[in-house]
């Protein structure tokens, strides 16, 4: 159709990706091969055949697992590349990728090693592909605020590294304001920081990660909806959500997508954008994203336009290099 045409060659930018949700199959089995680790599954289809489901924490258990096989920094570098290379060809021309180093840090992975492999192939995105690039650090709120603590003190050395800092993992009683500490020392570096909120858990959050974490964007942001004070003042501020509807269709955090509120969110103001979250893991790309929602709700040319330019703007590119793209 005309609205997917236009989607396609629109230049976008992700700004909610998990490095490690971009993990596909197959290379999880190249790499358990490579590096001689054990998977409680036999074959890619029965690795696919577990990606069913019923909301965050069941996904959160296969996603932990399927990282399992990234020791070295060949296995970071090779995931980064294969993703960056991927979204290519959706015409994504800069990305925001989270990536959770205390999951990795568990297994014996050093930050030196994952910071390798990552930034190295960001780096070569850069230069062969043209696709520029912000990497948030972020934390694991089902872990401990001291753990948190100690991951930002393992940072320092490599602060030159990472343009940001996020939270995610599972919500529901691990509310930003846990945080509150962790998040302030982030600010005092003077970078950025975004937070999941309101994926799963209640509108509270959000206004916690207002109020007591001062973020610059929030992450998901869907049940803001719920709080008609809440939705004015997060389009008051001009609040970026980067929203992820094939992740919500896949977690039950919407029944259907023509439940998707997308739409919704735009024609209240709400600075929405489009992002894949975990797509290895949800069923596609930012392509795949765009079309479902083309496909399944009442989007318009100007629905299409702004949602490219709320990435832009909400982007931690320099205030230069987005008037490039705006
Ligand atoms: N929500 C919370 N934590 C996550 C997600 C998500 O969608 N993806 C990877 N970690
Ligand atoms: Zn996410």
């Known amino acids: 159709s005309e609205l997917l045409e236009l989607a396609e060659k629109m230049p976008k930018a992700e700004l909610h990706l998990h490095i490690e949700g971009s993990l596909e199959p197959e290379l999880v089995f190249k790499l358990a091969k490579r590096n001689n680790v054990r998977l409680n599954y036999a074959s890619v289809d029965e690795l696919k055949a577990a990606y069913s489901f019923n909301n965050l924490q069941e996904f959160l258990d296969v996603y932990y697992a399927g990282m399992s096989v990234l020791l070295t920094e060949d296995d970071f570098y090779d995931l980064t590349w294969a993703?960056?290379?991927?979204?290519?060809?959706?015409?994504?021309?800069?990305?925001?990728?989270?990536?959770?180093?205390?999951?990795?840090?568990?297994?014996?992975?050093?930050?030196?090693?994952?910071?390798?492999?990552?930034?190295?192939?960001?780096?070569?995105g850069?230069?062969?592909?043209?696709?520029?690039?912000?990497?948030?650090?972020?934390?694991?709120?089902?872990?401990?605020?001291?753990?948190?603590?100690?991951?930002?003190?393992?940072?320092?050395?490599y602060l030159n590294q990472l343009d940001g800092f996020g939270l995610d993992s599972s919500e529901k009683g691990h509310?930003?304001?846990?945080?509150?500490?962790?998040?302030?020392?982030?600010?005092?570096?003077?970078?950025?920081?975004?937070?999941?909120?309101?994926?799963?858990?209640?509108?509270?959050?959000?206004?916690?990660?207002?109020?007591?974490?001062?973020?610059?964007?929030?992450?998901?942001g869907n049940r803001a909806l719920e709080d008609d004070a809440l939705v004015q003042r997060l389009v008051a501020t001009g609040q970026t959500l980067t929203v992820c509807p094939l992740s919500n269709l896949k977690l039950c955090v919407v029944d259907s997508?023509?439940?998707?509120?997308?739409?919704?969110?735009?024609?209240?103001?709400?600075?929405?954008?489009?992002?894949?979250?975990?797509?290895?893991?949800?069923?596609?790309?930012?392509m795949d994203n765009y079309r479902a929602v083309i496909d399944q709700l009442p989007l318009t040319r100007e629905h299409l336009h702004q949602l490219a330019r709320n990435a832009f703007a909400g982007s931690w590119l320099s205030e230069a290099d987005k008037k490039k793209h705006l």
């Not at 180093?101 to 992975?109: F, I, M, N, T």
């Not at 062969?128 to 690039?133: F, M, Q, R, V, W």
């Not at 982030?186 to 975004?194: E, N, R, Y």
Request: aromatic share 8%.
């Open 83 to 124: 993703y960056l290379k991927r979204v290519h060809e959706d015409r994504v021309v800069h990305v925001e990728i989270f990536f959770d180093p205390q999951a990795h840090l568990e297994r014996g992975v050093p930050l030196s090693i994952q910071l390798a492999g990552i930034h190295g192939a960001l780096e070569a």
């Open 126 to 157: 850069k230069a062969t592909l043209g696709i520029s690039y912000r990497l948030i650090l972020s934390f694991l709120r089902h872990l401990s605020e001291e753990s948190a603590l100690e991951t930002l003190q393992l940072a320092r050395p």
């Open 175 to 220: 509310p930003p304001e846990k945080f509150a500490r962790v998040f302030a020392e982030c600010k005092k570096l003077g970078k950025p920081i975004t937070v999941h909120a309101g994926e799963e858990g209640p509108p509270e959050y959000v206004w916690q990660a207002l109020d007591q974490l001062e973020v610059d964007r929030i992450d998901h």
């Open 257 to 286: 997508m023509q439940d998707h509120p997308l739409v919704t969110m735009l024609e209240k103001g709400l600075k929405a954008t489009v992002n894949s979250d975990d797509p290895a893991y949800f069923g596609g790309y930012m």
